[in-house]
């Protein structure tokens, strides 16, 4: 099919922008009504005004979000996931840990941050993640609000020509640190939003940034704030391989097929009786499972 090859750099409910090249972000739309095209997206453009998207090209990745009724892409063809917490307001490391299932189990780099470092709090904090440390997970401690500049000095070589994304639940500081990496984003994520979308889909708008003072091609997905990771299109499998824990322990217990629920000689309920696995990551990994087994809803 002909058309320009463009990247999809904002997306605000049915509108779209999308960029060629070095090129100015256009404005388009997509064909059909229910589109399912994502910030990230590569796309075949047919030039006009607005531009019309023919064609989504085959995703590289893509990390889902759901409610109780269905799951919906909502970012494609990252390269790395930034999972932001906090010691306040309390840490939901539940999500913690679906956003890494999520981004493992696509292929997708992940990196741990701790924000708000400089708060006592951090230290029970630390102590909760040191079980995904050792495990082999990458994480980083700053403080987006007090040190800005220290946060994107630590951070640089992770961001360096590759698409991120920041996620992580509402208030641990996602958008302060979005701002220290591309100052001046909050403005004008709600100005194109209002422009775009007359203002009624800022929730569920995404717009890609390019992040100034880095090399070409290094750029951060803002992210809409949601609580609910989309999983449900995993397999049992990959639901295993995407926790490092059980992973490294495939094909170790007696039954090649172990759910490693109830079954006997299963060497992952023996690692977590021995302590060797975490309690917390364990109870986790069972209810993913259980919702993975459900009945579909
Ligand atoms: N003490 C401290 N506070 C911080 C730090 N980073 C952000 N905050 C504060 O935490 C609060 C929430 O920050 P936001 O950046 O709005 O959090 P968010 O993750 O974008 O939240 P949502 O948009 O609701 O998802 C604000 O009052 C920030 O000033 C930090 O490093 N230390
Ligand atoms: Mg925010
Ligand atoms: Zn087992």
Redesign the pocket.
């Known amino acids: 099919m002909d058309g320009v090859r463009a990247r999809v750099v904002g997306a605000f409910g049915r509108n779209y922008l999308a960029q060629s090249g070095a090129g100015p972000a256009v404005a388009c739309v997509a064909r059909g009504k229910r589109s399912e095209v994502v910030c990230g997206d590569e796309v075949l453009l047919q030039p006009g005004d607005p531009a019309l998207i023919l064609q989504v090209l085959p995703r590289r990745n893509a990390l889902w979000r759901e409610d109780a009724w269905r799951s919906k892409v909502f970012a494609a063809n990252l390269d790395l996931l930034l999972v932001?917490t906090a010691s306040e307001p309390t840490p939901n490391l539940d999500l913690v840990g679906r956003a890494l299932i999520a981004a493992r189990a696509e292929g997708i780099d992940t990196l741990l941050l701790l924000?708000?470092c400089?708060?006592p709090g951090a230290a029970a904090l630390r102590a909760r993640l040191r079980p995904l440390e050792g495990g082999g997970q990458a994480l980083l401690e700053l403080?987006?609000?007090?040190h800005p500049a220290r946060a994107l000095e630590s951070l640089r070589p992770w961001l360096e020509r590759r698409t991120c994304m920041l996620i992580?639940a509402?208030?641990?500081?996602?958008?302060?640190l979005a701002n220290a990496l591309v100052p001046g984003l909050q403005a004008q994520t709600q100005e194109l939003s209002e422009a775009l979308d007359a203002g009624r889909h800022t929730t569920t708008s995404t717009r890609l940034w390019n992040l100034p003072g880095l090399p070409e091609g290094s750029a951060l997905l803002d992210s809409p704030?949601f609580q609910a990771f989309g999983l449900h299109h995993l397999s049992v499998t990959q639901l295993q391989h995407a926790l490092p824990e059980l992973a490294s322990r495939i094909g170790q217990c007696r039954f090649q097929n172990c759910s490693h629920r109830q079954e006997p000689g299963c060497v992952v309920r023996d690692a977590v009786q021995a302590g060797e696995i975490d309690p917390e990551r364990y109870a986790l990994y069972l209810r993913v499972l259980g919702e993975l087994l459900a009945p579909p809803h």
């Open positions: 932001v924000n708000k400089e708060l403080s987006a609000r007090q992580g509402s208030g641990v500081g996602k958008s302060t704030g």
